[in-house]
Protein backbone atom coordinates (compact mmCIF):
# COMPACT_ATOMS: atom_id res chain seq x y z
CA UNK A 1 0.00 0.00 0.00
CA UNK A 2 1.51 3.52 -1.00
CA UNK A 3 2.10 5.88 2.02
CA UNK A 4 0.13 9.08 1.64
CA UNK A 5 -0.55 12.03 4.10
CA UNK A 6 -3.27 13.50 2.29
CA UNK A 7 -5.09 15.71 4.49
CA UNK A 8 -9.49 16.69 4.05
CA UNK A 9 -10.81 19.20 6.10
CA UNK A 10 -14.52 19.41 6.40
CA UNK A 11 -16.53 22.48 8.67
CA UNK A 12 -19.28 20.58 9.82
CA UNK A 13 -20.86 23.21 11.31
CA UNK A 14 -21.79 24.81 7.96
CA UNK A 15 -22.97 21.31 6.68
CA UNK A 16 -26.82 21.06 5.28
CA UNK A 17 -26.14 17.11 4.66
CA UNK A 18 -27.29 17.55 1.34
CA UNK A 19 -24.74 14.47 0.20
CA UNK A 20 -23.34 15.86 -2.94
CA UNK A 21 -19.83 15.37 -1.46
CA UNK A 22 -20.77 11.83 -0.78
CA UNK A 23 -22.48 11.17 -4.63
CA UNK A 24 -19.26 12.93 -5.90
CA UNK A 25 -16.69 11.06 -4.48
CA UNK A 26 -15.61 8.19 -7.12
CA UNK A 27 -13.07 6.23 -4.78
CA UNK A 28 -15.61 6.35 -1.42
CA UNK A 29 -13.36 8.09 0.73
CA UNK A 30 -16.11 9.80 1.33
CA UNK A 31 -19.01 7.85 3.34
CA UNK A 32 -22.26 8.63 4.57
CA UNK A 33 -23.68 8.82 8.77
CA UNK A 34 -27.27 8.35 8.22
CA UNK A 35 -27.32 9.19 12.07
CA UNK A 36 -26.25 12.89 11.97
CA UNK A 37 -26.53 13.32 8.01
CA UNK A 38 -23.36 14.31 7.72
CA UNK A 39 -20.36 13.08 5.17
CA UNK A 40 -17.94 11.14 7.13
CA UNK A 41 -13.93 10.32 5.58
CA UNK A 42 -12.19 7.28 5.23
CA UNK A 43 -9.03 5.71 4.39
CA UNK A 44 -8.28 9.53 3.07
CA UNK A 45 -4.66 8.08 1.92
CA UNK A 46 -6.60 6.86 -1.11
CA UNK A 47 -7.68 10.14 -2.13
CA UNK A 48 -6.89 11.56 -5.39
CA UNK A 49 -7.43 14.54 -4.73
CA UNK A 50 -9.81 15.31 -7.64
CA UNK A 51 -11.65 18.27 -5.54
CA UNK A 52 -14.69 17.49 -6.90
CA UNK A 53 -16.30 17.10 -2.83
CA UNK A 54 -14.77 20.51 -2.53
CA UNK A 55 -15.34 22.52 -5.60
CA UNK A 56 -19.44 20.95 -5.22
CA UNK A 57 -20.15 21.73 -1.87
CA UNK A 58 -22.52 24.26 -1.78
CA UNK A 59 -21.45 24.94 1.33
CA UNK A 60 -17.32 25.57 1.42
CA UNK A 61 -17.50 23.03 4.21
CA UNK A 62 -14.63 20.49 2.12
CA UNK A 63 -10.87 21.43 1.57
CA UNK A 64 -8.67 18.71 0.05
CA UNK A 65 -4.77 19.17 1.09
CA UNK A 66 -3.21 16.85 -0.95
CA UNK A 67 1.03 15.53 0.09
CA UNK A 68 2.58 16.19 -2.46
CA UNK A 69 5.52 14.52 -0.91
CA UNK A 70 3.89 11.34 -0.69
CA UNK A 71 5.33 8.22 -2.55
CA UNK A 72 2.20 8.02 -5.00
CA UNK A 73 3.38 11.44 -6.12
CA UNK A 74 6.78 10.04 -6.95
CA UNK A 75 5.64 6.72 -8.21
CA UNK A 76 3.73 8.32 -10.71
CA UNK A 77 6.34 10.19 -11.79
CA UNK A 78 8.94 6.83 -11.63
CA UNK A 79 6.69 5.81 -14.86
CA UNK A 80 8.49 8.42 -16.78
CA UNK A 81 11.47 8.64 -15.45
CA UNK A 82 12.64 6.99 -19.08
CA UNK A 83 11.75 10.18 -20.73
CA UNK A 84 13.62 12.80 -17.77
CA UNK A 85 16.01 14.74 -19.33
CA UNK A 86 16.89 16.49 -16.01
CA UNK A 87 16.03 20.18 -16.53
S1 LIG B 1 -10.91 15.02 -3.66
FE1 LIG B 1 -11.96 13.56 -4.99
S2 LIG B 1 -11.17 11.55 -4.35
FE2 LIG B 1 -10.66 12.99 -2.71
S3 LIG B 1 -12.35 12.83 -1.24
FE3 LIG B 1 -12.85 14.50 -2.66
S4 LIG B 1 -14.10 13.56 -4.30
FE4 LIG B 1 -13.04 11.91 -3.17
S1 LIG C 1 -21.52 18.81 -0.10
FE1 LIG C 1 -20.99 20.12 1.66
S2 LIG C 1 -22.96 20.69 2.54
FE2 LIG C 1 -23.34 18.94 1.23
S3 LIG C 1 -23.16 17.14 2.58
FE3 LIG C 1 -21.13 17.48 1.68
S4 LIG C 1 -20.04 18.76 3.16
FE4 LIG C 1 -22.23 18.89 3.66
Known amino acids: MIQTNHKIEFDSSRCIGCQIC ?4 FVDVIRWDE ?3 KP ?3 YVEDCEHCNYCEVKCPKE ?3 VIPDY ?3 SFRQ ?3 R ?3 YYKGV
Open 80 to 82: YSK
Open 69 to 71: ASQ
Open 35 to 37: ENK
Open 61 to 63: CIK
Open 22 to 25: YKAC
Open 40 to 42: IFK
Open 76 to 78: TFN
